[in-house]
């Protein structure tokens, strides 16, 4: 029995110095400059107001400009002939009147297309408003030369080919190391993005989300150094729910932003931004500006709905 005892009392031992030491070594995130302007909560036109406007184009992203949001999302894929290009699928049919894959396409063809042929108020398929307007899918360098000073959230929806290299450039030709804050679902493509581009913002991967859940679940929170800048995640997954108030104080502990995708529901905004969070990713800004009591500062389309 005493024996056992003892064995029992090392164990813990040895497990409340491992504590110890990781606690001790733990550390909070330095500030990035991309945060430093930014207000206390994030205002982000999902795809450029995806529910809005044709998405990932720029009269999207210039209408949410003059709506006034906080920040811009866009997801980026490259062309055959190397150009990086604005838009959400690796496929043109959803959003263009083009098909086929977008990296088997030259910059030149993708400017053809038309960018606004499939957008639909509700995406109900009632109307097409936008078709044969001009709009056409954007060069990522066209958007950056268009918004130099509006912070962006970029998603790195290609992986192979990998497009890291010429983002990491493009970014630092356009001088747009404080503006951007790039993100993947493809975890290999993000932390390959950082070794190439260090200085460059970013979100965390599914991977270290997973772990600091894990972590926060454990009461072990504190015990997290982050490798990134920001939480960009949803609420729940499936039925496992992601999001809690443990969650949120670990995460502004560890100096992480924090914001939810995708949210679109005006309670559901209103809920969110009373737990704590530090933004919300939308397909409708013109709601969570209502819901925060901003202005809106542009007429929508009459057959959009409140």
């Known amino acids: 029995m005493a024996r056992a005892f003892k064995v029992i ?62 920040m811009l999302e866009l997801d980026v ?3 055959k ?4 290009v ?13 098909s ?8 030149a063809e993708l400017k053809l297309l038309d960018a606004g042929y499939n957008w639909s108020p509700e995406r ?14 954007p060069s990522l360098k066209e958007v ?56 460059i913002a970013t979100a965390t991967t599914s991977k270290e989300v997973r772990t600091f859940f894990i972590l926060n679940t454990l009461y072990l929170g504190r015990l997290y150094t982050p490798p990134a800048d920001a939480f960009q995640i949803p609420e729940s997954q499936g039925n496992l729910k992601i999001l809690n108030l443990r969650f949120i104080t670990n995460a502004k502990r560890k100096n992480l932003n924090l914001q939810i995708w995708t949210i679109n529901e005006s309670s ?8 704590g969070v530090d933004g919300i990713i939308t397909d409708r800004p013109d709601r969570l500006k209502r819901v925060l009591g901003q202005e809106v500062g542009l007429e929508l389309p009459e057959d959009v709905p409140e």
């Open 86 to 98: 604005v838009i959400h699928d690796e496929t043109l049919e959803r959003t263009t009147n083009g």
């Open 268 to 275: 559901e905004m209103a809920r969110l931004s009373k737990m």
């Open 100 to 107: 086929g894959l977008v990296k088997d396409k030259a910059l």
């Open 81 to 84: 002939d190397g150009a990086l």
């Open 77 to 79: 894929h490259a062309s």
């Open 144 to 199: 950056f030369e268009s918004f130099p000073e509006k912070p962006m959230s970029i998603e790195i929806k290609q992986a192979e080919p990998s497009i890291n290299e010429s983002l990491c450039e493009l970014i630092r030709e356009s001088k747009m190391q404080t503006k951007v804050l790039i993100n993947s679902f493809h975890v290999k493509a993000l932390e390959d993005f950082r070794q190439l581009c260090p200085e």
């Open 9 to 70: 009392a090392g164990l813990v031992l040895i497990l409340l110095s491992l504590y110890l030491i990781f606690w001790w070594r733990a550390r909070p995130r330095a500030a990035h400059p991309f945060f430093e302007n930014l207000s206390h909560f994030l205002v982000i036109a999902h795809q450029g107001g995806d529910f809005l406007w044709p998405s990932n184009t720029l009269f999207a992203f210039q209408k949410s400009v003059e709506l006034g949001v906080d």
């Open 124 to 137: 109900k398929g009632e109307s097409f408003p936008y078709r044969d307007q001009g709009i056409s899918i």
